[in-house]
């Protein structure tokens, strides 16, 4: 058998049911999508609340991290 | 199956992202702010009558540099080590004999080139003074469409990798994965348009050092988040860990 770093000994870990993890993902998942919209792109292509105070928050964050901001 | 909860290890790895927030903010604070500034001396050296922050900004470039770069930063962190926890729930005992540690640096580093790495290299960062915003809808939709296309393409290779490994072994069944997914970024950087709105006397060295400090500020989030995120869910996922490592060190 190929597998590399991991003795073979070593015991496995059982993985995560997916139908547990499920209700999790969606909601999580689309929460912090949520958030990253707002650090990375609110009151930019799009806007949800008036003004730029968002924007102009997050500017700095949004060139460093590589988001377009204006 | 594995009867922990993905509340535990999610909130481990809210946390872990919060930490790997932290970090990013001090090496951006450090490295970004400076290149930040300068390219806004040039940009309100070169035209004064731009409208860009020039009539009573709302937020003072201190407050952007510190509490605003703080924000951004920590709310990233803890967006992205919630996705990456999610990611690590289905990638445990899924994607080898790992256990939770290796699992752990094994997704901060796949997410790490998968939403980070491979959309810089079509669409890298820009200081201000750098883009027109009047293109700034198609720039943001480029953006987000390279980082949806190469989170797919990576979920693509990852599940050709595990259709090929009984038969190939996990290391030419990674070889070949990974080819698959160059060959594939390759294509996609080739159809997709691109963007290039670098004014013509914009300093070419202040560029390529804005662009790295992302690298390093997105380098850093990951590896902060993987290193801490293996320990925390090491601890809740092997409470053992401790016995059985003193009665069989790495062998």
Redesign the interface.
């Known amino acids: 058998m190929a597998h590399s770093a991991v003795p073979t000994t070593a015991p496995a870990v059982a993985p995560i049911s997916l139908s547990a993890l499920a209700p999790w993902a969606v909601f999580v998942g689309v929460l912090m999508l949520v958030l990253l919209y707002l650090v990375g792109a609110e009151q930019g292509a799009t806007a949800l609340f008036e003004g730029d105070t968002v924007h102009e928050w997050m500017h700095d964050g949004r060139h460093l991290l590589g988001f377009p901001c204006h | ?2 009867p ?4 535990v290890l ?1 909130v481990r790895g809210m946390l872990a992202g919060l930490l790997a927030g932290l970090a990013a903010f001090l090496v ?1 604070y450090v490295l ?2 400076s290149k ?1 500034d300068a390219a806004i001396a040039i940009e309100e050296a070169g035209h004064a009558a731009h409208d ?2 020039e009539e009573a ?3 003072s470039r201190a ?3 510190t ?3 703080g ?3 920590l ?2 962190g ?3 080590g ?2 990456a926890a ?1 990611v690590f ?2 990638a ?3 994607i ?5 540690r ?2 752990a640096l094994l997704v901060s580093g796949g997410l790490f080139v998968a939403l ?1 790495l491979v ?2 290299l079509k ?6 003074a750098v ?1 027109d ?1 009047d293109t ?2 198609r ?3 480029l ?2 469409l390279m980082i949806a296309l190469s989170a797919l393409l990576s979920a693509a290779a990852l599940i050709l990798g595990r259709r090929l490994a009984p038969k190939l ?4 069944a990674s070889i070949i994965a990974s080819v698959a997914f160059v060959a594939a970024v390759a294509i996609a950087y080739a159809s997709l348009p691109g963007i290039n709105e670098v004014p013509a006397d914009f300093p070419a060295a202040l560029i390529w050092q ?1 662009r790295l ?2 690298l390093a ?2 380098a850093t989030i990951w590896t902060t988040f993987g290193l801490a995120f293996g320990v925390l869910a090491e601890r809740v ?2 409470p053992a860990a401790a016995p059985r490592a003193t009665a069989q060190p790495a ?1």
Request: hydrophobic share 40%.
């Open positions: 199956m594995n922990i909860s993905p509340r999610l951006a970004g702010e930040v860009h922050g900004a709302p937020v407050l952007q540099a509490a605003g770069l924000t951004g930063t709310l990233y803890i967006a992205l919630g996705i999610l729930c289905y445990l005992g899924r080898g004999r790992f256990g939770p290796v699992t980070n959309p810089f669409y890298p960062s820009n200081p201000p883009g915003p700034v809808v720039r943001t939709t953006y987000v072994g996990n290391w030419n804005f400090a992302t500020i997105q996922l092997t062998s």
